[in-house]
Antibody, heavy 123, light 112 residues
């Protein structure tokens, strides 16, 4: 059974950089059938796709966040990481990592998802 | 890239059927079979319930079904049950800009 677990600080200050890690168990991030993704959800609001990384290191980001986002992969640790810089209070959200099934280079669906981690941006 | 358009809320009585719409454009739903739906209960992570427009993950109840016509996808839940009360989100691949993913704003289903 594949499981994803997000970890990182629950509170970060404005203008700082958020760093989150997603640890994958029950599957290998080196498998070529998936994109490893980050998605966020502000309190009481909908889902927003942040971006994804392929095992080769190829990435794709939401245009609205592209200038501030870096997603990387560590195949030796079976982990995926997210860095989001220049934080503002608008970045307060639950951050999820999820596995995206990929066909012919296109992301198809997200399954499974991690439990999510709440990140609050506040001074 | 703007979010896909979903009704904010829908409701139905136990045993009834409801349909949630998800409207996009020719850059996403209209030109993609990569439409998926997710169920989210309060405080929980989203759960995949429909992928590739109308396919169900193994073990999921056949009360959930999906379809698409033009730039609008739909999720139908038949035989409503109390545990179906949740938020539902649609998602699609988008060929606009960076070839990424776009979500709908979400629909709150209330079982009366």
């Amino acid at each position: 059974q594949v499981q994803l677990q997000e970890s990182g600080p629950g509170l970060v200050k404005p203008s700082e950089t958020l760093s989150l890690t997603c640890t994958v168990s029950g599957d290998s991030v080196s498998r070529g059938s998936y994109y490893w993704s980050w998605i966020r959800q502000p309190p009481g609001k909908g889902l927003e796709w942040i971006g994804y990384v392929y095992y080769s290191g190829i990435t794709n980001y939401n245009p609205s966040l592209k200038s501030r986002v870096t997603i990387s992969i560590d195949t030796s640790k079976n982990e995926v990481s997210l860095k989001l810089s220049s934080l503002t209070t608008a970045d307060t959200a639950v951050y999820y990592c999820a596995r995206a099934f990929m066909v012919r280079g296109l992301p198809k669906w997200f399954d499974p998802w991690g439990q999510g981690t709440l990140v609050t941006v506040s001074s | 890239q703007s979010a896909l358009t979903q009704p904010a809320s829908v409701s139905g009585s136990p045993g009834q059927s409801i349909t949630i719409s998800c409207t996009g454009t020719s850059s996403d739903i209209g030109n993609s079979n990569s439409v998926s739906w997710y169920q989210q209960h309060p405080g929980k992570a989203p759960k995949l319930i429909i992928y590739d427009v109308s396919d169900r993950p193994s073990g999921l109840s056949d009360r959930f079904s999906g379809s698409k016509s033009g730039t609008t996808a739909s999720l139908t839940i038949s035989g409503l049950q109390a545990e179906d009360e949740a938020h539902y989100y649609c998602s699609s691949f988008t060929s606009h800009s960076t070839l990424g993913v776009i979500f709908g704003g979400g629909t709150k289903l209330t079982v009366l």
